[in-house]
C-alpha cells in the first residue's frame, strides 16, 4: 500500500521533483505553504510530512510548533528539506533534530532511500497524521 507523504515548500518546482522522484512509491501531494499544508492535513491523514525549513509567511519552524501543539502530534512525522539553515533560530532547530532533515539538492537515490527509513520509523512509534 501506498503511503501518502505531504510536500511543503515554497518553490513550486520542488514539490514537482519530489512527485516525480518519490511519486512511483507513495502517493504524494505538493503545497508551496503552511496554510495550505494545515487545510490539507484537514482533509486525509498523512504518513509523512516534508516540509520547507524557511519560507515566507509560515515557517517549518511555526507549522512544526503549530502542529506539535495538537493532541495528535502531527509534528512527529515531520521531515526538514533545507538548501542550508541561515538563521541563529533554523540552525538550532536543526542541531536538535540531526535525524529530520534533508539536504537539498538531494540525489534521488538517497533520498529514496531516506523516505523509506522514516516511514518504517514513523509507522513504529504512532497512526498517520
Known amino acids: 500500500?501506498?503511503?501518502?507523504?505531504?510536500?511543503?515548500?515554497?518553490?513550486?518546482?520542488?514539490?514537482?521533483?519530489?512527485?516525480?522522484?518519490?511519486?512511483?512509491?507513495?502517493?504524494?501531494?505538493?503545497?508551496?505553504?503552511?496554510?495550505?499544508?494545515?487545510?490539507?492535513m484537514s482533509l486525509q491523514p498523512y504518513?509523512?510530512?516534508?516540509?520547507?525549513?524557511?519560507?515566507?509567511?509560515?515557517?517549518?519552524?511555526?507549522?512544526?510548533?503549530?502542529?506539535?501543539?495538537q493532541p495528535d502530534s502531527h509534528g512527529l512525522r515531520m521531515v526538514f528539506l533545507t538548501g542550508g539553515a541561515v538563521t541563529a533560530q533554523a540552525r538550532a532547530f536543526l542541531q536538535e533534530r540531526p535525524s529530520r532533515y534533508i539536504e537539498k539538492p538531494f540525489d534521488s537515490k538517497i533520498l529514496r532511500e531516506k523516505i523509506r527509513e522514516l516511514l518504517v520509523e514513523s509507522a513504529a512509534n504512532s497512526a498517520p497524521v
Open 1 to 40: 500500500m501506498k503511503k501518502r507523504i505531504l510536500v511543503v515548500d515554497d518553490e513550486p518546482l520542488i514539490g514537482a521533483v519530489l512527485q516525480r522522484i518519490l511519486g512511483a512509491e507513495h502517493d504524494v501531494t505538493a503545497v508551496q505553504n503552511g496554510r495550505e499544508a494545515l487545510t490539507a
Open 47 to 69: 504518513d509523512l510530512i516534508l516540509c520547507d525549513l524557511i519560507m515566507p509567511g509560515m515557517t517549518g519552524i511555526e507549522l512544526h510548533v503549530l502542529l506539535t501543539q
